[in-house]
């Protein structure tokens, strides 16, 4: 393993899913924090030297691992499906869950999501696409399914897009070894499932590109629009991977894929800014203003990054591994001006600063490193 993207991706990893370990370990009182986390490092890194030393060549030597992949998918699957059963949301100190339902029924109702508390009083920032996105599952009973819905997604990524079983079982592996991404299932979350199916998305367009991804200026124009709908933060994937194809693609499809995402953000838009008793209320309440504030300002000078990686990068793999670190730099930043004004412990344990926004880099750098496992020479 000499190749410096993916140390900085898997220490990226352990940094995060260490703080987990140490944040909600510390909460039993079994085992000593520093033991559990101590244990936790010992175990990935354990496994990622075995991995990269060949000790996993017997998954690709019988036709049965290969038969028993989607099977642990569906195992995992059902086991995500009985903790959101159980899980009592109402006691959860996180408000993921209620905030996507206040926007969801912000649409199918006709109630204006931003001005309505959730179960813990806070204000949901969700975009609308975030909303159309969990509505399929808040029909079925529960906004959490869509966390399932995303993990066997992913898995069938895995299992379809690559060849090596033995890289299929060490993907895998990372997802279910993070405390983060477990978090996320039990919290009813969507920030990582947004970015999940975010990545699996440009997967699919890669797969349809020829020259430019504008040659198809409506199917891409309308993607575009609603993942930009979902959190503002797609925008950093969306430049470095589309940028330059707009600009160098001909003036009719630029024409057409921007007259289709202005309308499709318009009739996405329109249920929930038709619910607003008046236009004073979107000004005051609305997901872009509560969004902005989770990170200091000069986080987001980083936004100028993907500019520059757009028509700097050669490497499609390296787009994501260039969004992967960006998009965990803007709440980085946030994180060292809790611990530096409010202290580390404030940070950490009295929830002055939500350390799940961090995973967000998971998505980027599995596929970054599904793409660096499949061509050795990717970079």
């Not at 399929?136 to 299992?159: A, E, H, K, R, S």
């Not at 300002?297 to 050669?314: D, E």
Request: some cysteine; proline content about 4%.
């Amino acid at each position: 393993m000499k190749d410096i993207y993916t140390k900085i991706s898997l220490l990226l990893y352990i940094f995060i899913n260490g703080l987990f370990v140490y944040k909600y370990g510390s909460r039993q009182g079994f085992i000593e924090p520093l033991v559990l986390i101590l244990g936790y490092i010992a175990t990935f890194f354990g496994v990622v030297l075995l991995f990269f030393k060949g000790y996993f060549e017997f998954l690709n030597s019988k036709k049965i691992w290969s038969q028993l992949f989607p099977v642990i998918i569906v195992l995992f699957a059902l086991v995500f499906f009985m903790i959101i059963q159980m899980t009592d949301e109402n006691a959860l100190s996180t408000d993921r869950w209620s905030a996507l339902e206040i926007t969801v029924e912000g649409i199918i109702k006709g109630v204006y999501p931003y001005d309505r508390p959730d179960h813990v009083g806070n204000l949901s920032s969700n975009f609308p696409g975030l909303g159309y996105l969990a509505l399929p599952f808040y029909l079925l009973g529960d906004v959490g399914y869509l966390q399932i819905f995303t993990f066997v997604v992913f898995g069938l990524y895995l299992n379809y897009r690559l060849r090596v079983v033995k890289n299929k079982y060490f993907l895998l592996f990372l997802y279910l070894f993070s405390p983060a991404l477990w978090w996320e299932v039990l919290a009813k979350s969507d920030l990582l499932s947004n970015f999940f199916l975010l990545v699996i998305c440009i997967e699919w367009l890669f797969q349809k590109r020829k020259t430019n991804f504008f040659s198809r200026p409506i199917l891409i124009g309308g993607l575009l629009a609603f993942f930009i709908l979902t959190r503002g933060v797609v925008l950093i994937p969306i430049i470095i991977f589309f940028l330059k194809d707009f600009i160098q693609t001909e003036t009719r499809n630029k024409v057409i894929s921007l007259v289709t995402g202005v309308l499709f953000v318009g009739l996405l838009c329109l249920p929930i800014m038709l619910s607003a008793i008046n236009i004073e209320a979107i000004v005051a309440n609305n997901p872009w203003n509560l969004q902005t504030n989770k990170a200091p300002w000069y986080a987001y000078v980083l936004l100028i990054a993907p500019v520059i990686v757009a028509f700097s990068n050669k490497n499609d793999a390296l787009g994501y591994w260039y969004s992967g670190v960006i998009v965990f730099l803007i709440p980085f930043f946030g994180l060292i001006n809790v611990c530096i004004v409010q202290g580390w412990r404030m940070m950490l344990f009295e929830h002055k600063f939500d350390v799940s926004y961090l995973s967000m880099t998971f998505p980027f750098m599995f596929v970054y490193l599904k793409h660096y496992l499949e061509n050795k020479n990717v970079v």
